[in-house]
């Protein structure tokens, strides 16, 4: 088991969850009082996702989440490179790009 420190408080890393879990997939949910967040792992051409991991959050706790990943991606694409999100195509913009169309 890890232990390191973290802004004053000691924290335990069972190996087990050091090793982390794969997701490309996350399902968020919430109700008045709570976020749910699953993360699962979706294989092409497989209409079934596994959920690896449940996280539920206080709403309060969502929106640090929100701040902390947001103020993480600032600084990873200051130093790194900017992260580019591919728009999915959609099936008329395949049509138009294919040209005109002669009669059959």
Known sequence: MAE???QGIDIDL???I???NYSNL???SHSTSEFIIDFATILPGVNKAK???RIILTP???KRLLYSL???ITRYESDIAKIEIPQPQRAEDAILKMGPM???
């Open 4 to 6: 390191f420190q973290k």
């Open 70 to 72: 947001q103020e993480n």
């Open 18 to 20: 050091a090793e982390g």
């Open 60 to 62: 309060e706790h969502a």
């Open 102 to 104: 002669g009669k059959a």
């Open 51 to 53: 959920v690896k991991s």
């Open 14 to 16: 069972r190996e087990d």
């Open 26 to 28: 996350a399902i968020i």
